[in-house]
């Protein structure tokens, strides 16, 4: 059973940073390690994901340039460090583990989620 662990939300303004980590706990190495967001009124969406090995990234085009997801295997955490925060990246950010490396985009797919970090931005 893997659990997941998520912090470093918070209130920011726009152009500001934040850094959100996932706590990972079981097995996940091989895993496809993720980081998805959702809006009130919106659907879930993509927003970053690291693959442990060989550590792949893979990025949203909103994000990209802006985002960086990096983990560090002995910690067994992942981090997504969030630069020149916009109003629109306000969600609440969730981290998942999918343990059958496809479809790395699709928030079906992955099969364990932490309970939520809040990000908001404010303008």
């Known amino acids: 059973q893997v659990q997941l662990v998520e912090s470093g939300g918070g209130l920011v303004q726009a152009g500001g940073s934040l850094r959100l980590s996932c706590a990972a706990s079981?097995?996940?190495?091989?895993?496809?390690m993720g980081w998805f967001r959702q809006a009130p009124g919106k659907e879930r969406e993509f927003v970053a994901a690291i693959r442990w090995i060989p550590g792949s990234t893979y990025y949203a085009g909103s994000v990209k340039g802006r985002f960086t997801i990096s983990r560090d295997n002995a910690k067994n955490t992942v981090y997504l460090q969030m630069n020149s925060l916009k109003p629109e990246d306000t969600a609440s950010y969730y981290c998942?583990?999918?343990?059958?490396?496809?479809?790395?985009?699709?928030?079906?797919?992955?099969?364990?989620w932490g309970q939520g970090t809040q990000v908001t931005v404010s303008s």
């Open positions: 998942a583990a999918n343990p059958n490396g496809d479809s790395i985009y699709t928030p079906g797919y992955y099969a364990y």
């Open positions: 079981g097995r996940t190495l091989g895993y496809i």
